[in-house]
């Protein structure tokens, strides 16, 4: 089992930056690969971020791609998304994932077994 806890979210102006964490914890390998998804009001489930621990490899939505980071603490079990340039439509409620075999940065939510809470990112225009 491994659990995600995720902090961060919270209202913020158009142009703005915000910071997400997401901590695993328990059966942690460094096989792990741990992504951001988000959904707003009325949308779809939508990628965001991925990464690797073996190697650090990412992958992003285009949508975000130039304005969003995600990055790892090895030693923390920690990943990051920084958020910058923020636009009203990345208003949605922000979801941890974590895959504990990832050989590469996936896309597919089905591919992550496990999920955080999820927290809340509101862009004001």
């Known amino acids: 089992q491994v659990q995600l806890d995720e902090s961060g979210g919270g209202l913020v102006q158009a142009g703005g930056s915000l910071r997400l964490s997401c901590a695993a914890s328990?059966?942690?390998?460094?096989?792990?690969?741990m992504a951001w998804f988000r959904q707003a009001p009325g949308k779809a489930h939508e990628f965001v971020a991925a990464i690797i621990w073996r190697g650090g490899s990412t992958a992003y939505a285009d949508s975000v791609k130039g304005r969003f980071t995600i990055s790892r603490d090895n030693a923390k079990y920690t990943v990051y998304l920084q958020m910058n340039s923020l636009k009203p439509e990345d208003t949605a409620v922000y979801y941890c994932?974590?895959?504990?075999?990832?050989?590469?940065?996936?896309?597919?939510?089905?591919?992550?077994?496990?999920w955080g809470q999820g927290t809340q990112v509101t862009v004001s225009s």
């Open positions: 328990g059966r942690i390998f460094n096989s792990i690969g």
């Open positions: 994932a974590a895959d504990p075999d990832a050989v590469a940065p996936t896309y597919g939510s089905s591919s992550y077994a496990y």
